[in-house]
């Protein structure tokens, strides 16, 4: 009989996350203060984050153990099984063989939990009360709450208005969850205020949440901020997909030669591929691309350059490839990659040209995820569908050339809570959105100078 899942016990959880900055040629140039533009220090970020995680932001070390606590949540849903995906294989006729990690398997039906839960454990151990975060399509604030019903945390949720109106379930899901959500820019804050003042029809976005959430978080002493992305300790968090993975491959004696995920802010990405791109960095052959929106083309056409993390400038400057801070992206489906920036280790990681980007149009990706539904059987989440979309036109590349490569990606997250996107595609309703280059160019000139 053919393998088609690839499972680990309980007892087979990695024990430890993989720190890439051990091994890495370059590191990310240091976070800059906001005010001073010197180097943050762990006091500057002690305001909204606890000192663990501030530890494990700066931290070298290749190898850093995961508390008992979190691995006992863990076990609710990991290891998450990896596919086979021989049906999606004879659908297309391809001689490559393609393996997909599921992590729609969490609770909360995608990949976040695996850094939400890690979060809270430390704030709780922190003393914190309440978490303030934001979340794009809702697949973080889904994971935020069900960390905070897990540990006992109050958490408030500003939710980018756009998908706030697209993704009525995952609001709920949240407030079953116990959390507090608010549409993004809200009138809760100064900085939500201020944008709504401006332009009263915002749709908002991960930026303009952002800063509410940090605002929130940094005028409340009993409050701390959380992400769920773009930092180096999340994308830490993340890496239990890659190293379950590696596992999982000995198991069946095949390795990847090219893995794929969608990239928003780069924990997905970052999580499955880290723990192979050591070996990439010791020499493997292999192959990572990062697959984005068109109409957020943060890595295939922003600039490699100092930036604020939100709209309103109250994050450190960090090194990334950006949009600019002030980006408004359009409303497409998948909320999830509407970042203006993506993460400081993955933009290093692509400068260095060990990360490959394409970037594709939302039509385009919903096609894809409707092949992949019907043959594989899950409908995935708008934003995985952008790395269906990557590894099927690979696998046909491999069908056009007669050779066989093994093709990997993280399906990241299920769809049955943006099942409003797939009528909108099936309807005919969604339109392909290239972001104008004008535009872009309009919003980099905005860009802080650093010396």
Known sequence: MKETKIVLSDREIPKQWYNIMADMPNLPKPPLHPGTRKPVGPDDLSA?????????????QRWIDIPEEVLDIYSLWRPSPLYRAHRLEKALGTPAKIYYK????????????????????YNKKAGIKRIATETGAGQWGSSMALAGSFFGLEVTVYMVKVSYDQKPYRRIAMETWGATVHPSPSTVTNSGRKILEADPGSPGSLGIAISEAVEDAATHSDTNYSLGSVLNHVLLHQTVVGLETKKQFALVGDYPDVIIGCCGGGSNLGGASFPFLLDKIHGKDLRVIAVEPISCPTLTKGEFRYDFGDTAGLTPLLMMYTLGHDFMPPGIHAGGLRYHADAPLVCQL???????????????????????????????????AHAIRATIDEAMRCKEEGKQRTIFFNLSGHGYLDLTAYADYLSGKLEDYAYPDEKIKESLAKLPVIG
């Not at 909204?48 to 070298?60: G, N, Y």
Request: aromatic share 10%; hydrophobic share 40%.
């Open 102 to 121: 599921y992590e729609g398997v969490s609770p909360a039906g995608s990949h976040k939990p695996n850094t939400s839960i890690p979060q809270a454990y």
């Open 48 to 60: 909204i984050f606890p000192m663990a995680l501030i530890e494990q932001e700066v931290s070298t």
């Open 350 to 384: 692509y400068h260095d040209r060990l990360i490959d980007a394409v970037a594709y149009g939302q039509t385009t990706v919903f096609e894809a995820a409707v092949t992949f539904a019907k043959a594989e059987g899950i409908i995935p989440a708008p934003e995985t």
